[in-house]
């Protein structure tokens, strides 16, 4: 990684220190990215969070006034998802900052069928892009676009967006965890005890002030009973510890705990599939359809290899067909956090 000058360290210090007062609903709003385009100078800066396994957009900002032309451009993202070379990196699990041309001299992306259908009618001969470390069913990729006859991005641009991953991963969380306690509260009058997700309110003192009726359910069947406001041994040493996050088994469900200042919030959610990463990840292409010789092209394994994974994945699920292990897989990714 190429080392930042001074200046530049400075003002990523400042950007780190103000981003979260420039969130709003979502934590990167279009003034969170005018404020990344000055630490990366782009003609276009966006931000996306995918679905890559069902191909849904759920979330896409840019700057103020950034308004790319898109008279030319006849096909969506998902004609061309599998042919874009970055985007093909990290859906191999590599969410360094990459650029094009990494991958692609400017001859050859010039000559390629992604550019004609994507790159050329946008008018971008240059990208810049950096993920958040994620799952494929909630990607989280923030975009630096150059056009036609602008020079390429520097090491020191890239140097700067891999500083800053670590910092856009805690800022995505913060938020989310912000959401999170926002819709807590909202349905706090309303909730069932065997809704799924609760809230509780601490006391300066750690002891319960407010449980919300599941909240109260989810302690007592993962922690125990709780006593005179007390919270039970297992939540009450995890605070003590400083960190942000618990789970909690209880057969095949789990709770995952986070405090956000002197809440918590809790949320029951079905146990996982069990399975390693490398199936995870080769039923996260099944499930977008994908051929197993078209699966073993994506991450540079033998189609045999693939085979084998799929042969695991069926054991562990106790299925015996792709559409059966698919259906299975998107019906845990429903209860699952987005990452």
């Not at 896409?60 to 093909?88: K, M």
């Not at 470390?133 to 923030?142: I, M």
């Not at 890239?158 to 805690?170: P, S």
Request: aromatic fraction near 8%; charge should be negative; proline fraction near 4%.
């Amino acid at each position: 990684m190429a080392a930042l000058a001074a200046r530049d360290a400075e003002r990523v210090l400042r950007f780190v220190a103000e981003a979260d007062d420039l969130g709003d609903d979502h934590p990167f709003t279009p003034r969170v990215l005018e404020a990344l385009g000055e630490l990366v100078p782009a003609d276009e800066v966006a931000y996306c969070e995918m679905d890559r396994v069902r191909q849904r957009l759920g979330y896409y900002a840019t700057r103020p006034d950034d308004e790319a032309d898109e008279s030319d451009v006849h096909v969506s993202y998902w004609d061309i998802a599998d042919e874009h070379p970055v985007c093909r990196a990290h859906n191999t699990g590599d969410f360094r900052a990459l650029k094009l041309s990494d991958f692609v001299t400017l001859r050859e992306l010039r000559n390629s069928r992604v550019y004609a259908l994507w790159f050329g009618p946008y008018g971008f001969e240059r990208e810049l892009n950096v993920a958040i470390p994620s799952p494929p069913w909630h990607t989280k990729t923030f975009l630096f676009d150059r056009w036609k006859g602008e020079r390429d991005f520097t090491e020191r641009d890239r140097a700067v967006l891999d500083i800053l991953q670590a910092h856009l991963g805690r800022l995505w969380r913060a938020g989310e965890t912000r959401r999170r306690l926002q819709a807590a509260m909202d349905c706090l009058d309303s909730a069932s005890e065997q809704d799924t997700r609760g809230f509780v309110l601490l006391r300066s003192d750690g002891r319960i002030d407010f449980a919300s009726p599941p909240a109260r359910r989810l302690v007592r069947d993962y922690a125990g009973a709780t006593r005179g406001g007390a919270l039970p041994a297992a939540l009450a040493q995890w605070l003590e510890s400083g960190s942000q996050k618990l789970t909690l088994q209880a057969g095949a469900r789990r709770l995952a705990v986070r405090r956000s200042g002197s809440a918590l919030l809790l949320e029951e959610m079905r146990d996982s599939l069990d399975l390693t990463p490398r199936e995870t990840q080769i039923l996260s292409w099944v499930a977008r359809g994908k051929t197993n010789r078209e699966v073993a092209e994506t991450l540079w394994i033998a189609p045999s290899t693939v085979r084998k994974h799929l042969d695991n994945v069926y054991a562990k699920l106790g299925v015996s067909t792709r559409t059966a292990a698919v259906a299975r897989f998107l019906g845990v990714l429903d209860e699952q956090p987005a990452g």
